[in-house]
């Protein structure tokens, strides 16, 4: 059976994929996450998941490669990492009474023999009606300056919400397991045996 590695310094998808009882590694890949133009939020994720899965096959031969992208969309706009409070701030006051919709591109490669495996899971997260104070306590707590539409839903962040809505609410963190298990599966890996890998 092939080692199993996560193309991503993200400690949380490390921390999802550890659900999993496997075995794997950390690569990070090193790509442009640049949007190509007029390229629709779904097309990008799911580039970007296969563009970072095949950037790690490069220095792994006969490995499976797990890559991911994620991106908040609000009314067709993509809502990126906001990197600062006052972005952070911005955005929150966008998304308060709205719903957002999180696009999660996931990728498995396959290096020795070149299959790719991808696609895009959507989760979408309505959010309450947010006051200025409620928003400036919940970024000071959290502080969510990495994560797209500015919360942490394994943290706080979930004090922001009225209704979440979607198949597998590990992908709003930003790794759909429910769907990695299945691409998993057809590489002939069956994370429901004792030992995937004897």
């Known amino acids: 059976m092939h080692p199993l590695i996560l193309g991503s310094s993200s400690p949380f998808r490390a921390e999802l994929l550890r659900k999993l009882n496997l075995p794997f590694k950390t690569a990070s890949p090193d790509i442009d996450e640049t949007a190509h133009e007029a390229e629709i939020p779904a097309d990008l994720v ?31 706009q993509i809502l990126g990492k906001p990197r600062n409070h006052e972005a952070a701030t911005s955005q929150l006051r966008l998304a308060s009474g709205q719903t957002v919709l999180f696009l999660t591109g996931l990728a498995l490669y396959n290096s020795e023999t070149q299959r790719m495996q991808s696609l895009v899971e959507p ?76």
């Open 123 to 198: 989760f979408e997260v309505t959010f309450k009606n947010l006051s200025d104070e409620q928003i400036q306590f919940y970024l000071e707590i959290d502080e969510p300056y990495q994560c797209a539409g500015s919360f942490k839903s394994e943290g706080f962040g979930i004090t922001l919400f009225d209704k979440l809505h979607g198949n597998d609410p590990n992908s709003l963190i930003g790794l759909p397991l429910i769907q990695l298990i299945s691409l998993l599966n057809n590489e002939g890996l069956d994370v429901l045996q004792p030992n995937p890998y004897s």
């Open 46 to 76: 799911k580039r970007l998941a296969e563009q970072k899965a095949i950037a790690v096959a490069i220095n792994h031969p006969k490995t499976l490669i797990v890559g991911s992208d994620q991106v908040a969309v609000l009314k067709g």
